[in-house]
């Protein structure tokens, strides 16, 4: 199971949990990858908040206030684009050397 699947899952377990004022899982997830495609905002399901952005990673600015409506120990999710780049070419020819 891909982490898409498994963060749908672990959503699917709180959405319907009354009770609590705190979220407990915060998902940061890409406007062409919400499952529900939902335009960018924040929205909240029991103990969910979704925050849809916009680009390529997640506005710093509203993360202070989207997190105070959590606990501490709250889970905090960022998932990107569905394709990432590989990291740039490491030479290892002298990683293999010693002093």
Not at 8 to 25: E, K, N, Q, S, T
Not at 57 to 75: F, G, H, N, S, T
Request: proline fraction near 13%.
């Amino acid at each position: 199971m891909n982490v898409r699947g498994r963060v749908a899952r672990l959503r699917a377990g709180l959405v319907g949990r009354d009770g609590d004022d705190l979220a407990h899982i915060v998902v940061r997830v890409p406007a062409g990858g919400d499952p529900d495609g939902r335009p960018p905002g924040v929205y909240r399901s029991g103990g969910v908040i979704d925050v849809v952005y916009d680009g390529d990673e997640p506005d710093p600015v509203p993360r202070e206030r989207v997190l105070r409506k959590a606990p501490p120990a709250a889970l905090e999710i960022v998932l990107g684009p569905d394709v990432v780049p590989p990291p740039a070419a490491v030479e290892t020819a002298d990683l293999g050397r010693r002093s």
